[in-house]
């Protein structure tokens, strides 16, 4: 199991296939900023919440040069009905080996009404657009996240245009 990567090192390398079986890689995003957020599973609670909330901001993050893009272990099957179920609008991997939730540290030991078990925990990282990790956000509380990150998004990119 990989540790998180920390604020300052390189992001981790990943391919993954997106909701329409597109091969999708970290040098994808080369030249702008990239939101990677990994969450447990589509159509639950929180998950949806999440969903809805960046695609609620996809215009501000957008106008920041940044792509908001939601992992989890779902199929591409499983996510194009969740975009079409709840109007979604940003771009999901599916990643049913785990292998790029195991390579940024968030496939964990997690608790639930006193039981372990191993699950995605849910994490954002903010990537720079030369492939940096800016921001680490662990062990999310969906409730204002995706207005958080967007704040610091705005904090860091005009940081960067100075």
């Known amino acids: 199991m990989s540790e998180i990567p920390q604020i300052g090192q ?3 390398d990943f391919n993954a ?3 329409y079986g597109k091969a999708i890689a970290l040098k994808d995003f080369s030249e702008r900023w990239l939101v990677l957020y990994f969450y447990p599973k589509d159509n639950t609670p929180g998950c949806t919440t999440e969903a809805k909330d960046f695609t609620a901001y996809q215009t501000q993050f957008s106008q920041l040069g ?3 893009v939601g992992v989890s272990p779902d199929s591409e099957k499983s996510h194009c009905k ?3 179920k709840h109007e979604l609008s940003i771009q999901l991997l599916s990643d049913p080996e785990r292998r790029v939730i195991e390579v940024y540290g968030v496939w964990r030991l997690k608790k639930f009404m006193g039981k372990e078990y191993m699950g995605v925990v849910r994490s954002t990282f903010l990537i720079t657009p030369d492939s940096k990790i800016a921001f680490v956000w662990d ?3 969906v409730k204002g996240h995706a207005e958080a990150v967007l704040q ?3 904090e860091l990119s005009v940081e960067t245009a100075d």
Do not use: G, H
């Open 82 to 84: 969740f975009i079409d």
């Open 17 to 19: 296939k997106d909701q």
């Open 10 to 12: 390189p992001a981790p």
């Open 139 to 141: 062990n999310v509380r």
């Open 152 to 154: 610091k998004l705005r």
């Open 66 to 68: 940044a792509q908001i």
